[in-house]
C-alpha cells in the first residue's frame, strides 16, 4: 500500500499527471476515490475488496476534461481500459496505468502489449458465488433458462445502475432514451426488461471485460453480469476473440471475413 501512495504522490508531484483515481476506505467496502493532492494519496488502498471497475470514469469527460490520469486498475479494469484504446475512447498518452500484482509490486504499464503479457500470466480473480450459478445455468435446458432469466429480469425496475457501472456503457445517448424510433418499451415490464437486458448483453459482445460490475451495481442482486459472461464465452469459442488483447478493428459484431462460418443462418 505505502508503494502505491508513494507512486501517486510522485506523480501528483511531478506533474506527471494530473489526477489519480483509484480506492479508499468506504463505510462498508472500498470506494472509488479522485485524487489531485500528494497530500491526499495516504487514503489510497489497494487489496482484493477493490473489485469496482474504475475504467469506467476514464470515458467521463467532465471528470477527466483534458488532464492526464493515472488509474489504480484492478485485472478487469486492465481488460476494460485495453477495450477503451481499441474503441479510440481514450488515449495511452494522457494516461498512466498502475496495478498491484498478487506479490504487492506496484506495476506502471508502458504500452498495451505490457497489458496483455500482465493479463495472461496474472492469476484471474476469482468470484466463487458466480461459479456455482453458472454451473446451474449451464446444467438447465434451454425453457428452464428461460424460465430462470424472465423470473430474475421481470424484477428490473431500469434504475439503469448496472448501465452507469459499466465501462463499455459510454454512449452519449443509450438506446433506451432513443425515442425517435423507440426500439426498447421505456417502462419496466417482463417484455420490456428481457428487451432492455438483450439489447445491452449484445452491446457487450465482444467488448465486455467480465468484470461483474454491472451484476454488482444492480439493488436487486440480479446476476445480469452472468448474461454478459455468456457473451463473452461465446464469442471467445466461436470467434477466438482474446478479451486480454487490444486489436485495432477486431470488433466481433462489425468484423465480416469471406471463410466466416455461416451455419448460424437457418
Ligand atoms: S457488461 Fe458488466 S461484466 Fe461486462 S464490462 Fe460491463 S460491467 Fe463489466
Ligand atoms: S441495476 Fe438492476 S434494477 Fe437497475 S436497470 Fe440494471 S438490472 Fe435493472
Redesign the pocket.
Known sequence: MEELRKKAAELLQSGEVQMVIGYEEGTRHPRPCFISSADDTAKLIYDDRCTGNLAVYLTHKELIGGQKIAITASYFALRSILRLLTEHQIQLDKLVVLTVSAEREVIQFATTDDITAYLQTAPVPAREDDKALIEKLNAMSREERWEFWSAE?S?????????AACPMCYCTKCIVEENRPQWIQPWASTLA?IE??INRAMHMTGRCADCGA?GA????G?P?HLLSHQIVQEVTDNFALDVNQAVSGDNALSTFKPEDKENFIR
Open positions: 429480469l424484477k428490473c425496475f431500469k434504475c439503469y445502475a448496472c448501465r426488461n432492455w437486458h454491472c451495481a444492480c439493488p436487486l440480479l445480469i
